[in-house]
């Protein structure tokens, strides 16, 4: 009699955990991809626990309470590592709505997570979306890295000003330097005529060239 039992218990809950049943979710997780060579086997221990993780999860809801590790169902376990999964309700002999679990699921999900080591692209629940981590607090405070982004503006701005005002100082000084030098070249240059060298006529001091004097401006008065 117990073992006849025993049957219609299993065939009742085949019937509740199929793939792609009402209100079943399929899990897929990627052990080796996340840890590697510190990845663990799945096997009965490791579907314990996740039953006993999805039963705390819906004790957290509203009037689940009394949900036990009992009323987890798994099927269609493959070694890659994939599974369907359903939560039962004993009392009514029927799965729990799908909205109720995965409510459940998603406000859990870290603590589920942390359970397997494992995170949201390696432990999956297809028709569950990821939750978002919670934001974590930058080591130093937002307005300290604003201030010192606009003082280093402010430094590089500066520096900036004054190698330009340097540069235009430096111009400027070398400008008058250039035209006296130019004006020196010129006054110094001998110019040629027919073969004869003819000193420039210096206008400044008021030189006449000499070859223009007469020979009674040569001449020295005794």
């Not at 309470?65 to 994939?82: A, D, F």
Request: charged letters at 25%.
């Amino acid at each position: 009699m117990l073992w006849l039992l025993f049957f219609l218990v299993n065939a009742i809950q085949a019937e509740l955990c199929q793939p792609d049943a009402e209100n079943a979710f399929k899990v897929r997780l990627s052990i080796r991809t996340a840890l590697g060579d510190k990845a663990y086997v799945w096997d009965t221990n490791e579907e314990y626990l996740f039953k006993a993780m999805v039963a705390f999860s819906m004790r957290k809801v509203p009037n689940r309470e009394k949900t036990e590790i009992s009323h987890v169902l798994l099927c269609n376990v493959t070694q890659r590592v994939s599974f369907w999964f359903v939560v039962t309700d004993p009392s009514k002999n029927h799965t729990l709505p799908a909205v109720e679990v995965q409510s459940a699921i998603r406000m859990n999900r870290n603590r589920i997570n942390n359970a397997f080591f494992l995170d949201d692209h390696t432990l999956e629940f297809l028709k569950i979306p990821s939750t978002l981590a919670p934001p974590t607090d930058p080591p130093v405070p937002i307005w300290i890295i604003v201030f010192g982004v606009v003082f280093c503006i402010v430094i590089v701005v500066t520096t900036l000003l004054v190698l330009s005002g340097i540069r235009q100082r430096r111009r400027k000084n070398k400008g008058p330097s250039e035209v006296d030098d130019t004006e020196d070249k010129c006054e110094n240059t001998i110019t040629i005529e027919n073969g004869i060298p003819c000193d420039p006529l210096d206008t400044k001091g008021g030189h006449i060239n000499d070859v223009f004097l007469t020979e009674d401006e040569r001449l020295t008065p005794l």
